[in-house]
């Protein structure tokens, strides 16, 4: 890329600025960015909850951790608990890092499906580091005392996305890139390549750029507003179409977990910041009016509503092609998957990523585009399978969650439902997001019982086979109880400065 060459980011927010960060640390000098935004135009804000890949951008943004979670007004995140994703009573933890330890070539839960039958085996989340810590309320960095083989605690974050968004944009601006306040008020498009080549704005300013970066949100300002690229509904697998969220005051313990309510017609989420918690209705508009998804939702609150509650519409799915000419779209104008899993986030994070990795010189190859679109869509198709199988593998009595039941779902999906249900084998394809470890805590927690397990899960002795599992728990516990309390080490580490 040449020095002339220019980048143009168009929407701020969590993604606009995300990008713009990232572009700012690599490109350096070999990049113009500019970041074209309104304040007029607000902002989604609903990813406060994040994975734990968000480290490895911190990390190599040289981003420090405790200053960041003091902007952002935020705490960790150990997993994500789900409550009456099974049957109405049911509750499991998809917690973060590994269960157990494999025994020579078999993963650990093989061994735990054999010890179930021979009722030596407590719940899979006890043999969770993550798990047994959050429930316990604990938390730590570093390697946990008391040994055992169980490493340390795989964490995330919850946060304020306006605070990360302003954050990042202080990192963004300090490394030169160059905010234009504005509201883009038309495209303008080469005639032969159909290329966007400037953008007007309604202050009748002009500004150009080789490449655009679209994160306009839902609209899609560049990859649907002026290209008319196209979507692709997913709405038949994620039937969910619309959301209404709120903040309510803090509760008195700090949890470091999110938590997935199960409601009648869809989900709540709650998310909890050192002064406050974030809370959100997902619901399908066909079983659940708007009112009785904001009724539900107040309902269900810590503590008082801190504003009203605010609504938002989506549609479940991706654009035809997430790079089309000489745009490329991230965040909400990619596409939408609810935040089941808190994956909003990293998927701008990724599509930065491959941006880099595919980043153009001064002219754009369709080779490029190509591989670049067809490993972002296989990302999208591995994330949609894991929120589909939520949906599909429950157990309520409601009318919408018998209907998610008896859906059919992506024949991808529907394989390792199979694989898993024969002999409780799980496989992972490439590089897809969701590791077997989180596959695992799903399917055994929301009821999937496989017919069998590995055959080489015979080879201890049943006195053998229970001292093992009993081992690892007992580590697990140990470790925990030597923690400090998740409050206090935030306290100590990284108190909110809003």
Known sequence: MSAAHKITIVGGGTAGWLVAAVLARYLGRLGQITLIESDEIGTVGVGEATIPQLQILHRALGIDEDAFLAFCNGTYKLGIEFVGWGDTDSRYIHAFGEI???????????????????????????????????????????????????????????????????????????RGVRRIEGKIVNAELDGESGAVTRLALANGDKV???????????????????LKTGYVDWSHWLPCDRAVAVQCASAPDLTPFTRSTARAGGWQWRIPLQTRIGNGHVYCSAFTS???????????????????????????????????????????????????????IHLVQSGVERLLKFLPGSDIRAVDVDAFNAQTLFEYEAVRDFLVLHYKVNRRPE?????????????????????????????????????????????????????????LADQPDDTELREFCDLLAGAAARQVAAMPDHAAFIARHCPAKV
């Open 100 to 174: 157990g330890r494999p025994l020579g070539l078999v993963p650990f839960h093989h061994f735990w499906l054999r010890a179930n039958r021979l009722a030596g085996a407590r719940p899979l989340d006890a043999y969770s580091l993550n798990a047994v810590a959050a429930y316990a309320g604990k938390f730590q960095r570093g390697a946990p005392q008391g040994g055992g083989g169980l490493g340390g605690l795989g964490h995330a974050f919850h946060f304020d996305a306006t605070r990360y968004a302003l954050f990042l944009r202080q990192y963004a601006e300090a």
């Open 208 to 226: 150009d750029g080789d490449l655009y970066i679209d994160c306009s949100g839902f609209v899609g300002l560049l990859i649907e507003g002026a």
């Open 290 to 344: 708007d009112a009785e998804a904001t009724d539900t939702l107040l309902a269900n609150l810590d503590g008082e509503a801190l504003g009203t509650p605010r609504p938002l519409r989506f549609t479940t799915g991706h654009r035809a092609k997430f790079w089309n000419r000489n745009v490329i779209a991230l965040g909400l104008a990619a596409g939408f998957m609810e935040p089941l899993e808190s994956t909003s």
């Open 399 to 455: 009318p919408f969650w018998q209907a998610c039941a008896a859906m059919p779902v992506p024949d991808s999906l529907a394989a390792k439902i199979a694989l898993f249900e024969a002999n409780g084998r799980l496989t992972r394809f490439n590089e897809e997001l969701f590791a077997e470890v989180g596959w695992l805590q799903v399917m055994v927690g929301q009821g999937l019982k496989p017919q069998g397990y590995h055959p």
